[in-house]
């Protein structure tokens, strides 16, 4: 694959790039990679022509009507290989972390989600006006193929997983009655299809959208509701309906807006919605082994929950099969794991690099001994890495800023990981000769670094000085 991608940068910008580095996947079957170099340009290997043929047509439509989606630049002849533009590695997703993990979000997390979805219906209207949807994959339109397809998806793929046990023909009749129900309004509108947090980059503070490529025709309802219900963004009701009112305010710049009726028609695209995505979760989860979906279950099942409050009287045997699926002793609510706690700690290698409590192992040690040693100076041998004398030593010779710069790299990508998987301790240290200087300036401004970063819990000790300090959880 690197090889392919190799040529079509070659081709694009005259010369090679200067490192491929592969980048995480996702829920697709596509393959990223960054492509290091002037410029920086994200190449893409995906497996079916046809959705590869569907996002490059997109994006070029998109760019066209001034909408933020990332500029492709290259593409190879037989439509599998294409280069585009890099919008870096943050995601909506990853920036309202905070807010996602304790419920509540904060001020800046607030304004961009209003951003992203105030928007939206720029791409469904505006985006949809001169599209020529033929060029969609893997069909044109949202339509009752398209709808029972996705309820089949759910049955076979996650209900039939649970082993509950229900009559097929009477839950076939109702899938039947919301196709019906979900089709009363026809469109010209763009549907995106996956708007969600994940799909959306921040660049320079603002949002950038990917992973269009299965859009079609289609109505507004749709998108709103898999943004507003993601099953792991853990919105509080509140803020799901300021949201709703900030989407509703934006699409009255395209056409007149009945809230009533508006909201009346969307809860049944919101449990729709849900269903399909329960059903990716068990393919993807259950199927494909791949953990990231098996941890979104819960939060789906816990949307689901709240949605059968309110009755469905359209599909009564539906409701019924639902209301027991969520109360399967799998999908209990269960206490929520603790937040994730990362320990760094400075020390000297005379006497060992220190063990880690939490007993998971792992996690990283960092050498500082190659950094310019203060301690080799007489008037900096009774002070530490947190003194100013030192500091400034460090700082203007500059080694030091460099070498943290390589660490945060590293740490960030891991703890933004570790976030997304809910896992709950990582532990950082920094070694050098006398865990006096280097070490100690290290990981003070690494702990203040992930805390003001991630607003995350960080214990620092800096071992041979008999030193801790606490970063709470920002709240």
């Given at each position: 694959m690197?090889?392919?991608?190799?040529a079509?940068?070659k081709?694009c910008?005259?010369h090679?790039?200067e490192?491929v580095?592969?980048?995480?996947g996702?829920?697709?079957?596509?393959h990223?990679?960054?492509l290091?170099?002037?410029?920086n340009l994200?190449?893409?290997?995906g497996e079916?022509a046809?959705e590869?043929?569907?996002?490059?047509y997109l994006?070029?439509?998109?760019r066209?009507?001034?909408l933020?989606?990332p500029q492709?630049?290259a593409?190879?002849?037989d439509?599998?290989?294409?280069?585009?533009?890099?919008?870096?590695?943050?995601?909506l997703f990853?920036v309202?972390?905070?807010?996602?993990?304790?419920?509540?979000f904060d001020d800046?997390?607030?304004?961009?989600l209003?951003?992203?979805?105030?928007?939206?219906?720029?791409?469904?209207i505006?985006?949809?006006e001169?599209?020529?949807?033929?060029?969609c994959?893997?069909?044109?339109?949202f339509d009752r193929?398209?709808?029972?397809?996705?309820?089949?998806?759910?049955?076979?793929?996650?209900?039939k997983?649970t082993?509950?046990?229900?009559q097929?023909?009477?839950?076939?009749?109702?899938?039947?009655?919301?196709?019906?129900v979900?089709?009363q309004?026809?469109s010209?509108?763009f549907?995106?299809r996956?708007?969600?947090?994940r799909?959306?980059?921040i660049?320079?503070g603002?949002?950038?959208?990917?992973?269009?490529?299965?859009?079609?025709?289609?109505?507004?309802y749709y998108?709103?509701a898999?943004?507003?219900?993601q099953?792991?963004?853990?919105?509080p009701?509140?803020?799901?309906q300021?949201l709703?009112d900030?989407?509703m305010?934006?699409l009255r710049?395209?056409?007149?807006v009945d809230?009533?009726?508006?909201?009346?028609r969307?809860?049944?695209f919101?449990?729709?919605?849900t269903?399909q995505?329960l059903g990716?979760?068990?393919?993807?989860?259950?199927?494909?082994?791949?953990?990231h979906?098996l941890?979104?279950?819960?939060?789906?099942?816990a949307?689901?929950?709240?949605?059968?409050?309110?009755?469905?009287p359209e599909?009564?045997?539906?409701?019924?099969?639902?209301?027991?699926?969520?109360?399967?002793?799998?999908?209990?609510?269960?206490?929520?794991?603790?937040?994730?706690?990362?320990?760094?700690?400075?020390?000297?290698?005379k006497?060992?690099?220190?063990?880690?409590a939490s007993?998971?192992?792992?996690?990283?040690?960092?050498?500082c001994?190659?950094?310019?040693?203060?301690g080799k100076?007489?008037?900096?041998?009774s002070?530490?890495?947190?003194d100013?004398?030192?500091?400034?030593?460090?700082?203007?010779?500059?080694?030091?800023i460099?070498?943290?710069?390589h660490v945060?790299a590293?740490?960030?990508a891991?703890?933004?990981r570790?976030?997304?998987?809910?896992f709950t301790s990582?532990?950082?240290?920094?070694?050098?000769t006398g865990g006096?200087?280097?070490s100690?300036?290290?990981?003070q401004?690494?702990a203040?670094?992930?805390h003001?970063?991630?607003?995350?819990?960080?214990?620092?000790?800096?071992?041979?000085?008999?030193?801790?300090q606490?970063f709470?959880?920002?709240?």
């Amino acid at each position: 694959m690197n090889e392919e991608l190799k040529a079509l940068y070659k081709t694009c910008t005259g010369h090679e790039p200067e490192a491929v580095e592969a980048m995480p996947g996702a829920g697709s079957n596509r393959h990223y990679s960054r492509l290091k170099g002037n410029p920086n340009l994200i190449g893409v290997k995906g497996e079916n022509a046809g959705e590869n043929h569907a996002f490059l047509y997109l994006a070029a439509h998109f760019r066209k009507k001034g909408l933020p989606v990332p500029q492709v630049y290259a593409c190879s002849k037989d439509g599998m290989y294409y280069l585009q533009e890099d919008l870096g590695d943050t995601s909506l997703f990853s920036v309202i972390e905070h807010g996602r993990s304790t419920g509540k979000f904060d001020d800046e997390e607030k304004m961009l989600l209003r951003k992203a979805i105030r928007l939206l219906p720029a791409f469904q209207i505006k985006g949809a006006e001169g599209m020529d949807f033929a060029h969609c994959y893997p069909q044109a339109a949202f339509d009752r193929r398209s709808i029972l397809w996705d309820l089949n998806y759910f049955k076979y793929c996650f209900l039939k997983s649970t082993g509950l046990d229900f009559q097929e023909n009477r839950l076939e009749d109702d899938f039947q009655t919301m196709a019906d129900v979900l089709l009363q309004d026809v469109s010209d509108t763009f549907m995106y299809r996956d708007f969600q947090s994940r799909n959306i980059m921040i660049k320079d503070g603002e949002p950038w959208f990917i992973d269009f490529q299965g859009g079609r025709r289609g109505p507004v309802y749709y998108d709103v509701a898999s943004f507003l219900w993601q099953a792991k963004a853990n919105y509080p009701e509140s803020l799901r309906q300021e949201l709703l009112d900030e989407y509703m305010n934006a699409l009255r710049a395209y056409t007149s807006v009945d809230e009533t009726e508006f909201n009346i028609r969307l809860r049944h695209f919101v449990l729709f919605r849900t269903l399909q995505v329960l059903g990716a979760y068990g393919f993807r989860g259950y199927f494909e082994q791949k953990p990231h979906f098996l941890q979104s279950i819960p939060y789906a099942i816990a949307n689901l929950r709240k949605m059968l409050r309110e009755t469905y009287p359209e599909y009564p045997y539906l409701c019924t099969v639902l209301g027991e699926l969520t109360e399967l002793k799998r999908f209990a609510d269960s206490p929520r794991k603790p937040p994730l706690t990362v320990k760094v700690t400075s020390f000297s290698y005379k006497k060992g690099i220190p063990e880690d409590a939490s007993g998971n192992g792992g996690g990283f040690v960092f050498d500082c001994r190659a950094v310019h040693n203060p301690g080799k100076y007489e008037r900096y041998k009774s002070l530490s890495g947190l003194d100013e004398p030192v500091i400034r030593f460090l700082e203007e010779d500059g080694e030091i800023i460099t070498f943290l710069e390589h660490v945060y790299a590293l740490v960030d990508a891991s703890v933004k990981r570790y976030l997304e998987r809910g896992f709950t301790s990582l532990s950082i240290c920094f070694g050098c000769t006398g865990g006096q200087h280097r070490s100690v300036y290290s990981a003070q401004h690494l702990a203040e670094h992930l805390h003001r970063k991630f607003g995350i819990q960080v214990d620092l000790t800096h071992r041979e000085q008999n030193i801790t300090q606490t970063f709470n959880v920002c709240n």
